[in-house]
């Protein structure tokens, strides 16, 4: 069954809401967010694939598309889930791809604020290698939202950003420019980190969430300190506290702040999620993990903002 009328999921972009839909393994509680669901179905014959990762139970093919099942009890436990005629797929699509992921059962959608949802700390999740990206309370219990983007990212390397697409731009300048970068995900920021280095951005400010970027962007009391501190945003879509989507909403309400570039760099860039990218102003919006389109971005932004000042000089 489908799980949504994606006309009805946020109905106002930049409000810093989440629909969580909870599932259990193990009877434990689990949260994704709604916007990476496709649909739920009820669990299908699968067909194993060679050489597959050990939590790869294999493929499907429902409605005439491959997608691959992913065996969620085995990720987070080690343990050989028993295959139950209860069970169900919960059928993602994020980062352009389709992925099933077996669960016990499905429990319901809650509507949060993003300010509802904790940072787990590093000696629960793990550390770098962590899969909870967030911990709530839904209805008295716990419910950890796990890091799917990283689950697939181990599962197949491939799908993760790529140092390689930096290498194949060629060479490149240098620049001093400050970029604020707003990402969670302790790995994932590392590693755009270190592309945008590899780019040739020097100067990156990263914050762990929207709002973090946000009260730093309100010290900024005239355009001659925004010039000097901040050139250019690039942000993730999904973060505790404030959202990507509220980020770029506030900035571009913002009399000072509205000249700023804003790019939205987003496992969950699909058509309409897209159409509400621009509906609060974001310039562009760049699908994970397009490292290498990301940069082409950001250098068109940055030549784009010095030509326009390079205009109101002369004029």
Not at 16 to 24: G, H, S, T
Not at 102 to 107: G, L, M, T
Not at 202 to 219: C, M, R, S, V, Y
Not at 239 to 268: C, E, W, Y
Request: hydrophobic share 40%; charged share 25%.
């Amino acid at each position: 069954m489908a799980v949504k009328n994606k006309s009805e999921i946020l109905l106002e972009t930049g409000t810093n809401e989440i629909e969580i839909m909870e599932f259990k393994i193990n009877n434990k509680l689990y949260g994704i967010n709604v916007a990476k669901v496709r649909e739920i179905m009820v669990a299908e014959p699968v067909t194993a694939m060679p050489l597959a990762h050990p939590v790869v139970e294999g493929v499907f093919k429902p409605r005439g598309t491959v997608i691959t099942v992913v065996n969620l009890a085995k990720y987070l436990f080690g343990d050989e889930k028993t295959e139950d005629e209860r069970d169900l797929f919960i059928v993602t699509n994020f980062n352009k791809m389709h992925i099933a992921f077996r669960v016990d059962s499905v429990e319901g959608i809650v509507r949060l604020s993003w300010t509802e949802i904790q940072k787990p700390d590093k000696t629960v999740s793990g550390g770098e290698e962590g899969v909870a990206t967030g911990i709530t309370e839904i209805n008295g219990n716990l419910v950890v939202i796990l890091d799917f983007e990283k689950i697939v990212s181990e599962i197949a390397p491939r799908t993760g950003i790529q140092a390689e697409d930096i290498m194949k731009l060629g060479e490149r300048n240098t620049t001093e420019l400050p970029i604020i970068l707003a990402e969670d995900s302790i790995l994932l920021s590392k590693m755009i980190l270190e592309c945008l280095h590899q780019a040739g951005f020097k100067n990156i400010i990263k914050f762990d969430n929207g709002q973090e970027a946000w009260d730093f962007l309100q010290t900024i009391k005239d355009e001659q300190a925004l010039e000097e501190k901040v050139a250019l945003v690039i942000t993730d879509i999904e973060m505790p506290a404030m959202d990507g989507h509220r980020l770029t909403k506030l900035i571009k309400s913002n009399k000072l702040l509205k000249q700023l570039p804003v790019i939205i760099f987003s496992s969950l860039i699909n058509d309409e999620l897209y159409i509400k990218g621009k509906q609060i102003g974001a310039d562009e919006q760049i699908s994970k993990p397009e490292i290498g389109n990301l940069v082409e971005v950001i250098d068109h932004l940055l030549a784009k903002g010095s030509k326009k000042e390079m205009q109101q000089v002369n004029n």
